[in-house]
């Protein structure tokens, strides 16, 4: 076993999928809060058709990704907490990303034979095959979207579990919004490179969700979150790499499927009463104009 990591093509593996699992865990925490998982699913979307697009003219796929996601986020940040009823706006922008990805890998595909793979690498990510540079990338851009987080996370966990107490407080719930999902847009562009674009909804998403159906303490959730998105990530490159069943099966199979499965252990659990975990709401009280509240009022 030890064997494997003398290959740097597996140090560079577990290495990139570690730096994706602990980002994709501490913002999936708050996808999950804001209930924005459709919205990260349309950003992910978005940012397949950005790559295949500037790969037809020549430029580097992170550039079109960056461009495109950046941008929509920039559009849905401007809906505010109206995003949440835009399910049907935001499912159109989907399909027709999505249909804008095929269009754009149709186009490419057809200028030679070598490239009939470019899309599909795109799509489920090539985890197996990254380079040392693409490390690097992600681990800098990984360290700038936690540092950002860490700085806004009062104010934008406040925002996420009550907007309108937030807001009457003088917290500026729109811009968090805005400023979140160029997070998230940036989070999904630079781990499409590493596990694709697929797969980064199941570590997004999965990890965060079974945090949450197991404990509702915010640091937590976010702690329980990035241990689970690890432990997955490291046990499906393990099966990856040394086969099970006699078969080696795709890493973006193992990953997903150990994702998934944790969350519905966290609903069995739940059902059984196994772990409590009551949400933990603010505190509030009515405010008067005689006093200024230590706590939120309404």
Known sequence: MLELFTHEFVQNAFIAGTIVAIVAAFVGYFVVLRSQTFASEALSDIGFAGA?????FGLSSLVGML????????????????????????????SFALGLGVLFVTIYTQTGSANANAGVGILF????SVQRSDVIVALIC??????????????????SIDPEVA??????????????????????????????????????????????????????????????????TWIGLT???????????????????????LYFVSIIINRLGI????????????????????????
Do not use: N, W
């Not at 990984?142 to 925002?159: E, G, H, Q, T, W």
């Not at 409590?276 to 709401?281: D, F, G, N």
């Open 167 to 232: 807001r009457t407080r003088g917290v500026p719930v729109r811009f968090l919004s805005m400023i979140f999902l160029l997070i998230l847009s940036a989070t999904i562009s630079v781990s499409i490179l590493v596990v694709g674009v697929l797969l980064i909804i199941a570590l997004l998403i999965a990890p965060a969700a079974t945090a949450l159906r197991l404990t509702h303490h915010p640091r937590t959730s976010i702690s329980l979150a990035i241990i689970l998105s690890l432990a997955c």
């Open 67 to 94: 461009l495109f996601s950046l941008i929509s986020a920039l559009g849905m940040g401007a809906l505010g907490e109206r995003i949440r009823g835009r399910d049907v706006e935001i499912g159109m922008v989907l």
């Open 239 to 261: 099966l990856a790499f040394t086969g099970s069943f006699g078969k080696y099966l795709p890493v973006g199979f193992y990953i997903s499927a150990l994702a998934a499965g």
């Open 275 to 298: 772990i409590q975990a009551p949400k933990r709401t603010p505190k509030l009280k009515r405010c008067t104009d005689r006093e200024e509240p230590a706590t939120p009022c309404y």
């Open 142 to 159: 990984s360290i700038l979207i936690m540092i950002l987080l860490i700085i806004l996370f009062r104010p934008l966990l406040f925002a």
């Open 52 to 56: 295949t697009g500037a790969i037809v």
């Open 125 to 128: 990510g090539s985890i197996l």
